[in-house]
């Protein structure tokens, strides 16, 4: 199953004073639709973070995360909110958004199929016929505020599931070391980086992410069920 995170997609709107630690509730809510047997999560960016922040809270809900990239911030940069806040948020029509993104960076990196969806599902349709971003700017420039403030220190010494972190090895976004030190913190995690990759790396090559989730599942798999 996929979640949308609260902000995203269909899910309710983010509320102003929202802190992180409410992307944990999402999760959990959303697990309580998973049938039996094992649980994997496998999140990238604020997904990934998402996962640490509900196993910490709720600990066994997960028997394995993947996470690629998660945003573990220890410092503000406010360019980031900055540039969010700017974003364009309505076009006439979704084939004048993908036109747009097409032609611009970093949406234009993304695989063909990747930017299809994000126009078809990333876009809510108006009253007025005009299209407008399910993730609003201003939503998108508050969690860059925010991420300085999110408690993963405190969260990853009570992840207690096996955990991979994925690194993207051409990542300027999410340094090697900060990564590490990170993983050092997990009771059971693993650091592995990813050649070809960027922190859009799972948008960019949906396939080659792809195949290293194979991997690891079929690598992880006793372990797994083990614990089940």
């Known amino acids: 199953m996929a979640v949308d995170l609260r902000g995203h997609g269909d899910a309710p709107p983010l509320a102003d004073d929202a802190d ?31 996962l640490l922040l509900a196993e910490a809270r709720a600990p066994g809900t997960f028997d394995l995360l993947i996470c690629f990239e998660p945003i573990l911030a220890t410092h503000h940069d406010p360019a980031f909110a900055e540039a ?16 747009r993104w097409s032609a611009r960076p970093p949406l234009s990196l993304l695989a063909p199929e990747v930017l299809a969806d994000y126009v078809e599902s990333g ?32 969260a990853l010494p009570l992840v207690r599931c096996p955990t991979v972190f994925l690194r993207g090895a051409e990542s300027v976004v ?6 590490a030190a990170a993983c050092a913190e997990l009771p059971a995690g693993r650091l592995r ?36």
């Open 123 to 154: 876009l809510a349709d108006g009253p007025d016929g005009r299209v407008r971003l399910r993730c609003a700017p201003e939503v998108e420039a508050h969690l860059f505020r925010t991420a300085i403030s999110c408690p993963w220190r405190e």
């Open 20 to 50: 992180w630690g409410v992307f944990a509730d999402d999760v959990l809510d959303a697990t309580k639709a998973a049938g039996p047997g094992p649980l994997i999560g496998v999140g990238h960016s604020l997904g990934a973070t998402s």
């Open 174 to 179: 999410v340094t090697g070391e900060s990564l």
């Open 84 to 99: 969010a806040a700017r974003r364009r948020a309505v076009f006439p029509s979704r084939a004048d958004a993908l036109a």
């Open 193 to 228: 980086e990813v050649p070809g990759l960027d922190h859009l790396g799972p948008l960019v090559r949906p396939r080659a992410f792809a195949e290293v989730l194979d991997g690891l599942f079929q690598s992880s798999g006793n372990t797994v069920v083990s614990r089940r």
